[in-house]
């Protein structure tokens, strides 16, 4: 009864119901009591993510107003929400400023955060207390994290400018939040530095799951220790490369608390993203309808990568973990 | 990495150093969130290196001005916890050990609400509180949060409960035990450990929750310390030193439970997601 392979139907009426007699109305009952266990998490999950899913998809073809919330009418309107959306300007920016932001972020954690794991497999003393030290940026929450770092990008008084001014690398303080062509950037790179560990925790486990007589081998071999990073290392690693990689797009690509703490995706929407699009229709405009439309993108965008993830992750299933 | 190099020792003191490096540059941050709380007044002008003269001045402001926010993050992170763990402890127990039809797929749903948007949750949920009176309740806000963390906790705690033997339980039962008080008094003490780690996570998730926090409420009835440090940064933004020393205060449960719990969140951010 322990691995997943026993819960298909053949394997579902266990062992305990030896007596023949009135065996079968009291297993049925017994299978019911079963559900039981199960029944209010599922209920739980249906009203807070199959509701929502369902109730988006019609909302987007509803006219909201905050009249709604005082009649409670919202009239069909067709396809009104989904032209007045792509018709905007503001949704074809946001879709490439999201484009950027998650690939962006994703490269910049994903590297650094392979090269710690890297890093931290060796030998030697403090490896694990650093290890989990660093582990704090991804634990505070997000909101607190882009709050400080406004602070240290602050044009004006910033400790990175004045840094940068201190050692002479640049004139006048650089507009990191100010300025539409580099917020972007910003946000980025703050992004990157919170979703370091996260890569490199992940990334570290996978590295210590790969044999040592492999790395044995390739050393008995002769290669370079660049070649055995390519050649044993990264084949090895892929699995958990695939799962960083879709988690880390998956979280990346619907952020929210990040970007209006720290730029409230101006200056001249040059941060808005799919996300803060959302928030800015249904919540600041009170347009529910338009916001659903730019909700439903998003969703479409992650069921993609919700496959890629679960076609990573069937391997595993298979095992019973 | 070479065990049979000639000065293991000395490479291993040059990679301590480079780790406490490593370490000093991508925790700067942190450190200047803590540097800038101490120091009282230098709000206006560019903040000292060091907290020459500290003073907890600011932690003063802080507590006066965001204390209850605070409190109300407290109470709604345990609530959603309470709710993750009520639900997903017996359901993970029946995915693991029933064999019911249909449970591997209802792993894989699971596992795809994970994955759903918040903000789209937010989105149709706000609509459906509106008429339910939930909006700005602290009801509302834990039953929102609690999702943050359920998906989380059914899949870590049922990668756990597949290696209780059956016939532990099953001993209980002929010992006159029905499934449940067998449940409560046999797996779920064994699975200690996973509980923890699942509603250390849940909490951290809903404490860290800005979405529904910002979406769901529109009065200040209920304020989670992660909309009060984005108000204040609104409202307050000259004192930089106040908003510094709130932030300090809550990123205090993420070090608490870093150094009291490290072995329990490692657990967790491998466990929850690669399993």
């Known amino acids: 009864m322990s691995t997943f392979a026993s819960t298909s139907p053949a394997a579902k009426t266990s062992g305990s119901s030896a007596a023949p007699a009135k065996a079968d109305s009291r297993t049925r009952r017994r299978g019911l009591l079963r559900w039981l266990f199960v029944a209010p998490a599922l209920a739980y999950m249906a009203l807070f993510f199959g509701y929502p899913l369902v109730r988006n998809i019609v909302m987007s073809f509803q006219h909201y107003t905050p009249k709604t919330y005082f009649t409670g009418e919202a009239p069909f309107n067709g396809l009104d929400n989904w032209r007045a959306v792509f018709a905007d300007?503001?949704?074809a920016g946001s879709l490439w400023h999201t484009a950027l932001f998650t690939l962006g972020s994703l490269l910049g954690q994903f590297t650094v955060g392979l090269a710690l794991a890297v890093f931290f497999s060796r030998r030697f003393r403090l490896s694990g207390f650093v290890r989990a030290i660093l582990l704090l940026p991804w634990l505070v929450p997000m909101v607190v994290s882009a709050v400080v770092w406004r602070r240290i990008l602050d044009q004006d008084h910033g400790m990175l400018n004045s840094a940068l001014h201190a050692v002479g690398l640049t004139e006048g303080g650089v507009p990191w939040l100010n300025s539409p062509?580099?917020?972007?950037?910003?946000?980025?790179?703050?992004?990157?530095?919170?979703?370091?560990?996260?890569?490199?925790?992940?990334l570290y486990g996978g590295l210590q799951e790969i044999p040592r007589e492999l790395y044995e081998a390739?050393?008995?071999d002769g290669a370079s220790p660049w070649r055995t990073f390519r050649s044993v290392t990264l084949p090895m690693l892929r699995p958990v490369v695939t799962v960083v990689l879709v988690l880390g797009f998956m979280s990346t690509v619907k952020i929210l608390d990040l970007i209006l703490a720290l730029t409230s995706g101006g200056p001249a929407d040059?941060?808005?993203?799919?996300?803060?699009?959302?928030y800015q229709l249904s919540f600041l405009q009170l347009d529910f309808g338009q916001g659903a439309v730019v909700g439903n993108v998003l969703?479409?965008?992650?069921?993609?990568?919700?496959?890629?993830?679960?076609?990573?992750?069937?391997?595993?299933?298979g095992k019973g973990k | 990495m070479n065990p049979n190099s000639n000065r293991p020792r000395l490479r291993a003191a040059w990679n301590t150093t480079a780790a406490l490096l490593i370490l000093g540059v991508l925790l700067f941050p942190v450190y200047?969130?803590?540097?800038?709380?101490l120091q009282p007044g230098s709000s206006v002008a560019a903040t000292e290196w060091f907290p020459s003269s500290p003073s907890l001045e600011n932690f003063d402001t802080a507590i006066s001005s965001q204390g209850g926010s605070l409190l109300t993050s407290f109470v709604v992170a345990l609530g959603a916890v309470a709710v993750c763990l009520a639900l997903a402890a017996p359901a993970a127990y029946g995915l693991a050990q029933f064999g019911l039809r249909g449970g591997q797929g209802i792993v894989f749903t699971t596992l795809i609400t994970q994955m759903v948007?918040?903000?789209?949750i937010a989105n149709a949920l706000y609509s459906a509180y509106a008429e339910l009176g939930l909006v700005n309740s602290y009801l509302g806000l834990i039953l929102a949060d609690a999702s943050l963390g359920l998906p989380f906790a059914i899949v870590l705690l049922r990668a756990?409960?597949?290696?209780?033997?059956?016939?532990?339980?099953?001993a209980a039962m002929v010992d006159g035990a029905n499934r449940f008080t067998a449940f409560v008094r046999i797996v779920l003490p064994m699975s200690r450990n996973a509980l923890i780690t699942a509603g250390l996570f849940t909490f951290l998730f809903a404490w860290s929750d800005f979405m529904f926090a910002l979406t769901l409420n529109t009065t200040d009835d209920v304020k989670p310390i992660t909309l009060g440090i984005y108000q204040f940064v609104g409202a307050h933004v000259s004192d930089w030193g106040a908003v510094m020393a709130t932030a300090v205060l809550s990123a205090v449960p993420a070090a608490i439970l870093l150094v009291v719990a490290q072995k329990y969140i490692s657990a967790g951010i491998t466990g929850g997601s690669i399993k």
């Open chain 1, 299 to 317: 969703i479409l965008i992650s069921a993609v990568f919700a496959v890629l993830y679960l076609r990573a992750n069937r391997a595993d299933f």
């Open chain 1, 181 to 202: 062509g580099v917020a972007l950037l910003s946000a980025i790179l703050v992004n990157i530095w919170i979703g370091i560990p996260f890569n490199m925790v992940i």
């Open chain 1, 270 to 278: 040059s941060t808005q993203t799919l996300g803060t699009v959302t």
């Open chain 1, 218 to 220: 390739a050393s008995l």
């Open chain 2, 32 to 37: 200047w969130m803590l540097n800038t709380a």
């Open chain 2, 117 to 120: 948007p918040g903000i789209v």
């Open chain 2, 160 to 170: 756990f409960m597949v290696s209780i033997p059956s016939e532990v339980v099953e």
């Open chain 1, 89 to 91: 300007e503001l949704f």
